[in-house]
């Protein structure tokens, strides 16, 4: 070790970065890291950095230790951990000076390794391995177990909450727990005997977390399409969203078995493409059932048409977006905010749609949810814009709750006996009550009243069909009134104001949130007390309109190229572009706390004294 | 503004065994062409539905985009109807019957709707055995967008644009029965003694029932050229068979010769009683099925009638298992868990 180097020392706040091979079994080695973690109590956020690949192609998995809680991205690597031969190099380049780098010494590194500045932690990894074990598809798993062991004693983490959770994990098959146990107990001896006092990186038990879960945001949004109550989804494979279905599915046979007959309480149809599984969404929720999809960015594209009859005809629907980098296929496997214009205006024409902006696991679940209220409340589509870094990355959030006095918001909806009592002549677009919403009929609920065609074409009050642009025009303006009502019942923002006499407001939305407030109290410890807004719907609230007039400059922060949800808001509000400063991160990346400091301090002109810590080659 | 027929009622108006006349299963006043073959098809299903003593307001009705997709506006107006977008009624169809089982769904296609743009979803909707009366009416063009050639124009027809269409042509029984159709016919709009007996064996069959129904545009597809005019079809028509359809609980009062006719058993129970023209036609059996119209076609003729039908065959429902009871009938307490199952997932999340 060069003796002028100050290695990293920290307990609980560091970032680990994992290389490896897509498809060599590491990701459960690297969640158990994770989750040994967060079993101490400890704040951690594990991602997934991972290509469009089933194997073979590098993958990385990057775990941000934070004890205050800050759990997006931080930017710059304390300790690499290096296993994958084809990124080596650049891994070995993009440790920050004072971190540390693990790697297989069961070869020598070669010349251009040469730093000064960091700590080399050679292990034999795959001479541990083979002389240990002879299986060769075990050999390829527990050579991630062995170093999982070694970082155990590295960082002074309990070894027995690892030994614990193999065990768990492995209850049902007793016989394999013991191999991984084994290799833990390698990679452990091995670190002690050789790495005494080299890492000054650790963690230690707290009680941070609480009652906190580690979830994923694609089950969560299952999750809560189930106890929201869908019955009909159509659903088409793609990345990242694929999951929020197979967890729906997964809760649904837990929960939606008919205890006599053991029928299911569900449809799931595996579409044909994109198209099909949004109007089956639309035919179920037409005939009164409730119905979702979820699908990413170049299934968006197709379900455009459908979305404009379902806003149009009015018929409920929902869509979970799980957003990836685009254009196009784009990035398949990298996070971006980049569907925002697509979906706010999915469609030809005139077309609006309600948008939800969850953050953590916990709004996945309620906006699962609530999202069906919304959806049979306004009857229009709504559309949950999550993204990948949201969806298939574990986070921490607050534990799951359900109300049992909830009643599902079923909307207006006539009954016979409604039909029987109404007084005046029913019209399925006549807007009785002023709010934009009018009532609508299920197919089969009267043997003569409430039946009506429902169509895309340009219809009257009583939904038949009219080229009258008087007629025409009066519908488009009372769908702007729906458009208001909505307004009064989506989820408002969530603000917080530090200084109400300070100039600058911040807005950002989903999972530049967690970034965000890291960036913000960095700041702060610099004496800028910088007010913020989530938002968390489309469209606004008037509090989001408030608080854009009450700062004399907005940023704006977003995971996409072109300010998309800056674009929205001026668009909508009226609003000066110069009031409006943007600053995007589009990576595909998720976007970390160092980038959001860094804009605005240049854009502020301000020097902050303690810099950040990322380091430029950490973005490439 | 469609134009609604005035509610006037003749007192003594037959009535069917549900106490409904046929008037209460007409719609508005069509606005199709003068001839229009589309509207004779209309007045069978009307005929069909009224002779089944069906309750309208029991039935859906769905279509795409087309003039063909327009006729759910002309019949059945106590039911509830939806004119979707172009080539996705199978989608919406297929929403629609898992929300509710309990309904019986009439979906309404053009052979521009079925056999281009919406190519996927015809195929995918027979594959599943959706539930769904599928009635495709075939003019062999765009009738909506002024008569361009559709994907079922047989080569070297010509409209009345005059070009000769030069590609090959699609035979959607052929298709369906490829594709898993368990109920398929081909009728003429010309023919209603054919069609309306090939409409009610539709109804009755639960899994998908497509019925490809030549239908003449005249306006643009009914040249002496063509081969889907009214002249052309009605020259070069073959019967697989006639065929009475008795319905469920209705007693046989017809006389059949011996070996001069085959019975299918619907699933409902009704039964199809087929009068064989040619005793060589086997119409439950596939690959036969697909035989003799391949065979007809190498004559030069159009087979009709039942083509193809398989009774005992799992729809959709019972394919995915799902409950007896219409899905949009459940409540909170059949579908929510409640926060005591939620805190045990939470549990496993930690
Ligand atoms: C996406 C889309 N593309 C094109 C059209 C224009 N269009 C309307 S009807 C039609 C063809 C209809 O043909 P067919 O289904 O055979 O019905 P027909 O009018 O012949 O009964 C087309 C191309 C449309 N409505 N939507
Ligand atoms: S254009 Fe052809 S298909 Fe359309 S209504 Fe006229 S005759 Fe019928
Ligand atoms: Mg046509």
């Known amino acids: 070790m060069n003796p002028t180097m100050n290695p990293i020392e920290s307990v609980n706040d560091f970032v680990i970065r994992f290389a490896n091979v897509n498809g060599s079994g590491s990701a459960s080695a690297n969640n158990l890291f994770a989750k040994a973690i967060f079993r101490l109590g400890v704040p951690v956020s594990p991602k997934n950095i991972f290509p469009s690949n089933i194997q073979g192609l590098p993958t990385w998995y990057e775990i941000r230790v934070n004890e205050h809680g800050f759990l997006g991205r931080r930017g710059g690597v304390d300790m690499s951990v290096a296993v994958n031969g084809q990124t080596l190099l650049k891994d070995y380049k993009e440790v920050l000076p004072g971190g540390y780098f693990l790697y297989d010494s069961t070869r020598e590194l070669a010349e251009e390794f040469n730093r000064k500045d960091i700590v080399e932690i050679g292990i034999p990894l795959t001479k541990l391995c083979n002389d240990e074990f002879s299986n060769p598809k075990l050999r390829q798993l527990l050579k991630n177990i062995i170093y999982v062991g070694s970082l155990s004693f590295l960082i002074d983490l309990d070894f027995s909450i690892l030994t614990e959770s193999i065990e768990k994990q492995f209850q049902k098959k007793p016989k394999l727990a013991e191999p991984n146990i084994k290799a833990l107990k390698l990679g452990y001896d091995y670190a002690k005997k050789y790495f005494k006092d080299t890492c000054k990186l650790s963690v230690k038990k707290t009680d941070k977390l609480g009652d906190d879960i580690l979830m994923d945001g694609n089950s969560a949004i299952g999750l809560g399409a189930v106890y929201g109550g869908a019955t009909v989804t159509g659903w088409y494979p793609i990345t990242p969203s694929t999951s929020v279905i197979e967890a729906f599915e997964k809760y649904s046979k837990m929960f939606r078995i008919e205890e006599d007959t053991g029928r299911r309480k569900v449809a799931v149809i595996q579409a044909e493409d994109e198209l099909s599984a949004i109007g089956i969404v639309i035919g179920a929720s037409w005939n009164g059932a409730r119905a979702f999809t979820a699908t990413s960015g170049p299934g968006v594209s197709l379900m455009s048409e459908f979305l404009g009859l379902a806003y149009f005809a009015e018929i409920p629907a929902v869509l979970v977006n799980v957003q990836r980098a685009g254009p196009s296929t784009g990035m398949p496997t990298r996070t971006q905010q980049s569907d925002v214009l697509a979906c706010a205006y999915a469609s030809h024409g005139d077309t609006k749609n309600v948008l939800l902006f969850p953050c953590d696991p916990k709004e996945c679940f309620e906006f699962g949810a609530q999202a069906l209220d919304l959806a049979e409340r306004l009857q229009t589509p709504v559309i949950i814009m999550s993204d990948l870094d949201l969806g298939m990355n574990d986070h921490i959030s607050a534990p799951l709750h359900w109300d049992d006095k909830r009643k599902y918001d079923r909307g207006k909806v006539l009954t016979a006996e409604d039909l029987d009592n109404l007084k005046e002549k029913w019209g399925r677009y006549l807007d009785v009550d002023g709010d934009g919403i009018c009532y609508r009929t299920y197919p089969g609920t009267h043997p003569t009243k409430g039946a009506y065609f429902t169509r895309g074409t340009s219809h009257d009050e009583y939904s038949a069909y009219t080229e009258d642009s008087a007629i025409y025009q009066a519908g488009m303006d009372r769908l702007l009134r729906k458009w208001d009502t909505a307004r009064t019942l989506t989820p408002g923002p969530r603000t917080k104001i530090k200084d109400p006499d300070f100039g600058i407001g911040v807005i950002f939305y989903g999972t530049t949130t967690h970034s965000a407030y890291e960036a913000m109290s960095r700041l702060e410890k610099q004496g800028l007390k910088v007010n913020t807004l989530r938002v968390r719907a489309f469209p606004f609230q008037q509090e989001v309109i408030d608080f854009i007039n009450k700062h004399e400059t907005i940023f704006v922060i977003e995971q996409n190229r072109d300010a998309q949800l800056r674009t929205v808001l001026m668009t909508e509000n009226a609003l000066s572009p110069r009031k409006l400063q943007a600053i995007l991160n589009f990576d595909g990346l998720p976007i970390t706390a160092d980038f959001i400091t860094e804009k605005i301090s240049d854009l502020l002109n301000i020097d902050l004294q303690n810099g950040p810590k990322g380091t430029e080659g950490e973005k490439a | ?350």
């Open chain 2, 1 to 350: 503004m469609s134009v609604q027929k005035p509610n006037f009622r003749h007192p003594k108006l037959a009535k069917n065994s549900a106490e409904y006349s046929r008037k209460d299963y007409e719609g508005a006043i069509s606005t199709l062409c003068a001839g229009c073959g589309h509207d004779s098809a209309t007045n069978s299903i009307i005929q069909a539905c009224f002779e089944l003593s069906i309750e309208p307001h029991r039935v859906a009705k769905i279509s795409g985009i087309g003039c063909s997709s327009k006729t759910p506006a002309y019949f059945l107006n106590k039911s509830h109807g939806f004119n979707s977008v172009h080539g996705r009624m199978p989608s919406i169809a297929t929403g629609a019957n898992m929300a509710n089982r309990d309904l019986l769904y009439i979906g309404v296609s053009g052979d521009g709707d079925t056999a281009s743009i919406g190519m996927g979803q015809f195929a995918h909707a027979l594959r599943r055995n959706l539930n769904l009366n599928y009635f495709c009416m075939n003019n062999g063009c765009y009738g909506l967008t002024k008569g361009q050639d559709s994907a079922t124009a047989d080569k070297g027809s010509a409209g009345k644009k005059g070009a000769p269409n030069p590609y090959n042509s699609i035979d959607l029984c052929e298709l369906a029965i490829e594709l898993g159709a368990s109920y398929v016919a081909r009728g003429f709009s010309g023919d209603k003694q054919q069609l309306v007996p090939l409409i009610k064996g539709a109804i009755a069959h639960s899994g998908l029932a497509f019925i490809d129904i030549i239908s003449p545009c005249v306006t643009f597809n009914n040249t002496a050229t063509s081969t889907k005019s009214y002249h052309y079809v009605r020259q070069h028509v073959e019967a697989t068979n006639t065929f009475d359809f008795i319905p469920l609980a209705q007693e046989i009062i017809t006389q059949y010769e011996e070996g001069s006719s085959q019975e299918v058993t619907m699933h409902d129970g009704s039964i199809i009683h087929l009068h064989k023209v040619d005793s060589s036609k086997d119409v439950t059996d596939r690959r036969k099925a697909v035989n003799n119209l391949e065979a007809e076609k190498d004559k030069g003729r159009l087979l009709t009638g039942l083509i193809y039908v398989n009774p005992d065959i799992m729809e959709t429902h019972d394919i995915i298992n799902s409950t007896l009871r219409p899905l949009n009938t459940l409540t909170e307490a059949d579908l929510c868990p409640g926060n005591g199952a939620l805190q045990k997932i939470n549990e496993g999340f930690r």
